[in-house]
């Protein structure tokens, strides 16, 4: 995505995946901050029930 400047709390990181999204997007998410951690519930509830759908690296990788 990297459209704008990284948010620092998960409501803002929240509201920046979810309102950006576009197909075939890559969501980068870093465990090292707590704020991105707590954001991924709410973004895949919110994005899977838009049609999204999601796959890890390591699969991305798999089915090259």
């Known amino acids: 995505?990297?459209?704008?400047?990284?948010?620092?709390?998960?409501?803002?990181?929240?509201?920046t995946v979810i309102s950006q999204a576009e197909p075939n997007d890559v969501v980068l998410v870093h465990d090292i901050h707590p704020t991105s951690v707590a954001a991924v519930p709410e973004v895949l509830r919110t994005l899977t029930a838009c049609g999204y759908h999601f796959a890890t690296v390591s699969h991305l990788r798999a089915t090259m």
Do not use: E, K
């Not at 995505?1 to 509201?15: E, I």
């Open 1 to 15: 995505m990297g459209r704008g400047p990284r948010p620092s709390t998960a409501g803002g990181g929240r509201r």
